[in-house]
Structures are given as structure tokens and as C-alpha cells.
């Protein structure tokens, strides 16, 4: 099956494109603020979050423990695998009486570049009223599966939509 590659959208002034970033993935602390709102609720606020970086990826944003609300995250039975980071848990996220399954991932055992991934938690965008980089509402990316958050100092393509899933 021949794999057809996208052209890369170019990059407007300040943006970064995603087809610049890195393959194999990387990940790297960002002084960046990510916030998730839900419900008026605050699920996430932190400034210590850990990004990772693959080409054709928006970023995903992993966050420490003490910046997630108490008692709002439980695991769940799934899990998936990735080639760089290992094996990954999945968590249900309980707020307001309504639970969210399935929504945010974690790599207890992490390979050795992705240490500082340990005990941070990943959120899927889509499932709450917003998700924030900085004060930028950012965009899910597209597909059930990958967890990026697109924000307007990125170009893409991005990965996700129907047809990329050799990228």
C-alpha cells in the first residue's frame, strides 16, 4: 500500500509546524498554562505540565498530580501501547455527577526517555466544556484515538483525520 504523505501547511509568523517536530517522539517540560474547565468546574490548572512532540501531532499535554483535581480521576480497564512511551493505563474522570470514560492516559513504567512522563495524566480535549493553552481555547484533534490539542501558533496538517492513519 503506498502511503501518501501531505504536504505540510506552511508556517505563518509565530507558529511552529507540526511536521518539524521530532520522529521518534519526544517529550519536554512547558512553562506553558493548561487549563481544563468543566462545567464551571477547574479539573486542571498548572504551569509544570510536560509536552510530547511527534511529527504530524498537535502536542499532548501531561500533568502532574497535585494540578488535577482531587478524588476526579480513578482508573479504568483499558489500556494501549506505544512504541516510544510503553504501556499506557487509562483513567475516568468524575466531575459534577457525571463520569467521562476513558479520558485522560498515564504511563506508570514510561521507557527511559519518557521518565518524566511518570504519574503525569493526559487529557482528551473533546470531552469538556474547554481546554486551555495559555488563555487559547484549543481544538481536539481529530480521531478517537490520538489526544492531541491544537492551538493557533501550530500548523499542520494534523493527524487524526480520515485518511492519515499512515502518516
Given at each position: 500500500?503506498a502511503?501518501?504523505?501531505?504536504?505540510?501547511?506552511?508556517?505563518?509568523p509565530g507558529?511552529?509546524?507540526?511536521w518539524?517536530?521530532?520522529?521518534p517522539?519526544?517529550?519536554?517540560?512547558?512553562?506553558?498554562?493548561i487549563?481544563?474547565?468543566h462545567?464551571?468546574?477547574v479539573?486542571?490548572?498548572?504551569?509544570?505540565?510536560?509536552r510530547?512532540?511527534?511529527?504530524s501531532?498537535?502536542p499532548?499535554?501531561y500533568?502532574?498530580?497535585a494540578?488535577?483535581?482531587?478524588?476526579?480521576v480513578?482508573?479504568?480497564?483499558?489500556?494501549?501501547?506505544?512504541?516510544?512511551?510503553?504501556?499506557?493505563?487509562?483513567?475516568?474522570?468524575?466531575m459534577?455527577?457525571?463520569?467521562?470514560?476513558?479520558?485522560?492516559?498515564?504511563?506508570?513504567?514510561?521507557?527511559?526517555?519518557?521518565?518524566?512522563?511518570?504519574?503525569?495524566?493526559?487529557?482528551?480535549?473533546?470531552?469538556?466544556?474547554?481546554?486551555?493553552?495559555?488563555?487559547?481555547r484549543?481544538?481536539?484533534?481529530?480521531?478517537?484515538?490520538?489526544g492531541?490539542?491544537?492551538?493557533s501558533?501550530?500548523?499542520?496538517?494534523?493527524?487524526g483525520?480520515?485518511?492519515s492513519?499512515?502518516?
Amino acid at each position: 500500500m503506498a502511503v501518501i504523505r501531505p504536504t505540510p501547511d506552511a508556517p505563518l509568523p509565530g507558529q511552529e509546524s507540526v511536521w518539524a517536530y521530532p520522529r521518534p517522539a519526544i517529550a519536554c517540560p512547558t512553562p506553558r498554562r493548561i487549563r481544563i474547565v468543566h462545567r464551571g468546574i477547574v479539573l486542571v490548572d498548572t504551569r509544570a505540565a510536560v509536552r510530547t512532540l511527534e511529527t504530524s501531532h498537535p502536542p499532548s499535554y501531561y500533568i502532574p498530580p497535585a494540578d488535577i483535581l482531587a478524588d476526579a480521576v480513578r482508573p479504568s480497564r483499558r489500556g494501549s501501547f506505544c512504541e516510544w512511551k510503553g504501556q499506557a493505563v487509562y483513567h475516568d474522570v468524575t466531575m459534577d455527577g457525571e463520569v467521562f470514560h476513558d479520558v485522560a492516559w498515564s504511563y506508570p513504567a514510561p521507557t527511559a526517555p519518557f521518565a518524566m512522563l511518570r504519574d503525569h495524566l493526559a487529557f482528551y480535549a473533546a470531552p469538556f466544556d474547554a481546554c486551555f493553552v495559555d488563555d487559547e481555547r484549543v481544538v481536539p484533534q481529530a480521531g478517537d484515538f490520538y489526544g492531541g490539542w491544537i492551538t493557533s501558533d501550530l500548523a499542520g496538517p494534523f493527524k487524526g483525520v480520515p485518511g492519515s492513519r499512515f502518516w
